[in-house]
C-alpha cells in the first residue's frame, strides 16, 4: 500500500528583492508554511516526529524546521527559507530516535510565489530499513502525481509485437511502474502482453487491457481469446478493442463493432471499448453512430505532434478536440487513450520533439486533473522496435528509456 502526504508551501516576500549585490548581507527570506497529512490508513508504525533539513547555496548553517501535529493527525509548521535557487528539502519522519521515511526535493524559492509539494511514502524498504519519500512540487506540473500511461513492453532490442515475451521481463517492467503508475493501458492480450495484468493487480494498478486488431482473422480471433482468458483470471478496469484500425485501413466502424459485441457477449462486468484518433470518432461532425452505441466508453488518441502543434498550444489543441468529440457523445465517457511528446527526432511543423519539450507536455495532466478526464500518456518506455516511424521519434517517446530509467527531464517534475 501506498500512502500519500500532501505538503503545501506558502511562500510570500517578506524584504524586496532576493538578488545578491555582491556584499555581505543577510539573505531574505519567506516563510514556508508545510502541512503533511497520511491520506490512507497508515502501518502500525509510530510516527513521533517530523523533521525538515533545508540546505542550499549560501545557506550557513542549514534551516532546522520541527514540524508538530494537530488533533486531527495533521503534522504542520512555518519556517522561514532564505529566497535564492536550489533550496534542498529534506524530509525525514522519525519513530523515536529511527527514520521510517525520507526523502528529498530540490525546490527554487521564489518571492511572491506559493507552491505545493505533493509527498508519496513508499512503505517498501531498501536496505537499510528506510522507506523513500518521494516529493513532487507541483507548480506548472500540478496533478500529473501518479498518472496513467500507455505500456508497450519490447524494450529490448529486437523485440516487436508478435515476440513471445518472458514473464521475468514483464514483472521488472512493473517494478517500475508500479512506483510511477496508478492506471495503465496495453496493446495486446497475447504472446506474454497478456501478464500485465497479473503484474497490475499485484501493484494495485488499474489496467486497461488492449487487443490488438489488424487485418489477420486469425491473430484477431487470437487476441479475443486472450483477452476472454484474462479476464476470467485478473480484474480489469477495462479491455479496449483495437487501436487506430479504422484510422489505418485495416478495419471498418461495422467491423469493429462487431469484435466489440463479441468481446461483451464473452466478458461479463468489464467495459468494452474501441480506440481511435479524435477526428474518427468525431468524422466531420457525423460521429460513429453504430460504434459509438455498441462501446462503453469513447477511448480517443489525442496527438500535437503529428498535427504540427507547438508544444506550448497542446494542451489548448487537446481540450478542443477533447469537447469536439464530447459534444456528439454527451451520454458517454470519454477517455483520453494516448497523448504524448516525443524527446527527441525531426519537427513536425511547429512541434519540435525534445527533452525539454516532453517535459514541459506535462502539463497537460493540469487539464486532466482539473476537468476529471482519464487520460494515458503515450508512453512509459522507449522501444527500440519503432525505428522506422516518421520523423524518427518512434524509439522517443517513453518517459523512460529502454533500459527503464526515467529521463532526467522528466526526473525533475515527476515525483
Known amino acids: 500500500m501506498r500512502f500519500k502526504i500532501v505538503a503545501t508551501l506558502f511562500l510570500a516576500l517578506t524584504i524586496a528583492g532576493c538578488g545578491s549585490t555582491g556584499k555581505t548581507v543577510m539573505r531574505e527570506t519567506a516563510p514556508v508554511k508545510m502541512v503533511l497529512q497520511f491520506s490512507e490508513t497508515r502501518t502500525s508504525r509510530a510516527i513521533t516526529a517530523v523533521n525538515v533539513t533545508v540546505t542550499g547555496v549560501e545557506i550557513d548553517p542549514p534551516v532546522i524546521a520541527n514540524l508538530t501535529q494537530d488533533g486531527s493527525g495533521v503534522w504542520t509548521g512555518t519556517f522561514n527559507v532564505p529566497c535564492g535557487i536550489s533550496r534542498t528539502f529534506l524530509v525525514q519522519v522519525m519513530d523515536g530516535d529511527r527514520v521510517v521515511y525520507s526523502g528529498s526535493k530540490t525546490q527554487d524559492i521564489v518571492a511572491g510565489q506559493s507552491n505545493t509539494m505533493a509527498v508519496t511514502v513508499y512503505p517498501d524498504l531498501s536496505t537499510n530499513g528506510i522507506a523513500t519519500i518521494h516529493v513532487g512540487v507541483a507548480n506548472a506540473y500540478t496533478g500529473i502525481g501518479r498518472i496513467g500511461v500507455t505500456f508497450g513492453p519490447y524494450t529490448v532490442s529486437g523485440q516487436s509485437p508478435g515476440t ?9 517492467q512493473f517494478e517500475v511502474i508500479g512506483r510511477y503508475c496508478r492506471i495503465v493501458r496495453t496493446y495486446s492480450a497475447t504472446h506474454g502482453c497478456q501478464l500485465a495484468a497479473k503484474y497490475a493487480e499485484q501493484k494495485g494498478i488499474l489496467c486497461w487491457l488492449g487487443v490488438d486488431i489488424g487485418t489477420d482473422l486469425t491473430a484477431n480471433i487470437a ?3 486472450g483477452a476472454v482468458q484474462t479476464a476470467t483470471s485478473y480484474p480489469l478496469a477495462g479491455i479496449i478493442v483495437g487501436n487506430e484500425a479504422i484510422m489505418r485501413g485495416e ?3 461495422t467491423a469493429m463493432t462487431g469484435y466489440v459485441n463479441q468481446v461483451k457477449s464473452q466478458v461479463a462486468g468489464v467495459p468494452v471499448s474501441v480506440a481511435e484518433t479524435w477526428d474518427i470518432w468525431y468524422n466531420d461532425g457525423a460521429g460513429q453512430p453504430e460504434l459509438a452505441a455498441a462501446v462503453d466508453q469513447i477511448v480517443v488518441n489525442i496527438h500535437p505532434y503529428w498535427r504540427g502543434v507547438p508544444v506550448e ?5 487537446i481540450a478542443d478536440c477533447y469537447t469536439k468529440v464530447q459534444s456528439l457523445y454527451p451520454d458517454k465517457v470519454i477517455i483520453v487513450g494516448e497523448i504524448g511528446w516525443p524527446s527527441e527526432g525531426n519537427p513536425n511543423g511547429s512541434a519540435v520533439p525534445s527533452a525539454v519539450n516532453q517535459r514541459n507536455f506535462l502539463t497537460v495532466f493540469v487539464w486532466a486533473d482539473q476537468n476529471g478526464v482519464t487520460g494515458f500518456l503515450f508512453e512509459m518506455f522507449d522501444e527500440p522496435w519503432k525505428v522506422g516511424e516518421p520523423g ?3 524509439t522517443h517517446w517513453g518517459l523512460f528509456d529502454s533500459n527503464l530509467a526515467i529521463k532526467p527531464e522528466i526526473a525533475r ?3
Do not use: K, M, N
Not at 313 to 317: C, E, L, P, Q
Open 251 to 253: 478495419q471498418d466502424a
Open 164 to 172: 513471445d515475451l518472458p514473464e521475468t521481463q514483464i514483472a521488472q
Open 392 to 394: 524518427g521519434v518512434g
Open 413 to 415: 517534475v515527476w515525483f
Open 223 to 225: 487476441e479475443i481469446s
Open 313 to 317: 498550444s497542446a494542451v489548448t489543441y
